[in-house]
């Protein structure tokens, strides 16, 4: 298995105020992403990163914001949770975005806002 | 737009054989990827596609039409361990993945 974590695993938390969760990843991966996961929808792409600073949107991005510091870890914060977030998040990390490059996934975070 | 279609549920007996299909309509086109995910769990790769054609790993096969948008996950002598959803993601021409909602498969004895 890909050494990718992520934490925490489970959180509830109040609306309006700030979450971060984290990825780390062992793997020395180029690529990270973060994407939530919601009954009846398909894996949603919130924000991605191709390397160190360098980050991007995906379908998804309102309400949330990222940063990569370092090549193993990938923060994804909600500046002001809703209850819209309440979602489970998953990271994942891949070596190229071409080819047959797969992308391997954290065991994912469950996040409740109330 | 771009979309992913497959059935929502599925049954099958033990010891049978499944396909799930999968439709695409995406803004191109740079592979096809199976995923499995038990209930609880992430996501696991099963299989790739780029070309058309059938790719075979073990008990589970994959096919893919480029020219009909259309894939098909074909699972083998069924164990009740592949009660699991069924995941299709089509890489688009930014590389990004577009994710199905995903087929829940229930095996019965």
Same mark, same amino acid.
């Given at each position: 298995d890909?050494? /990718? ?9 109040? *609306?309006?105020?700030?979450? *971060? ?9 180029? @690529?990270? @992403? ?10 949603? =792409? /919130?924000? @991605?990163? @191709? ?23 990938? =923060? $994804? *914060? =909600?500046?002001?949770? *809703? ?27 469950? $996040?409740?806002?109330? | 737009?771009?979309n992913? #279609? ?20 995406t ?11 038990? !209930? ?6 099963? &299989?790739?596609?780029?070309? #058309? ?13 480029? &020219?009909?948008?259309?894939s ?9 361990? #592949?009660? !699991? &959803?069924?995941?299709? !993601?089509?890489? #688009? ?17």
């Amino acid at each position: 298995d890909a050494g /990718i974590t992520q934490s925490p695993r489970h959180k509830v938390t109040e *609306t309006g105020t700030p979450v *971060t969760l984290r990825c780390h990843q062992t793997e020395n991966h180029r @690529y990270m @992403y973060w994407y939530r996961q919601d009954p009846g929808h398909g894996l949603r =792409l /919130i924000h @991605y990163s @191709y390397g160190v600073k360098d980050t991007d949107k995906g379908e998804v991005s309102d309400g949330y914001s990222v940063s990569r510091s370092k090549t193993e870890d990938f =923060l $994804l *914060t =909600l500046e002001s949770a *809703t209850s819209s977030q309440t979602s489970v998040y998953f990271c994942a990390i891949s070596e190229r975005e071409d080819s047959s490059y797969e992308q391997y996934f954290g065991p994912g975070t469950r $996040l409740t806002v109330t | 737009g771009q979309n992913i #279609d497959q059935p929502t549920e599925m049954t099958a007996t033990e010891g049978a054989i499944v396909q799930i299909n999968c439709t695409y309509q995406t803004s191109g086109f740079n592979g096809l990827f199976w995923y499995q995910q038990h !209930a609880g769990e992430a996501p696991t790769f099963l &299989s790739y596609n780029v070309l #058309d054609g059938l790719e075979e790993k073990g008990r589970f096969s994959s096919f893919l039409s480029r &020219s009909k948008g259309y894939s098909y996950l074909l699972l083998k002598e069924l164990q009740m361990k #592949d009660s !699991a &959803s069924y995941l299709c !993601a089509v890489r #688009d021409s930014n590389y990004q993945l577009i994710w199905g909602a995903g087929t829940k498969l229930i095996i019965k004895p």
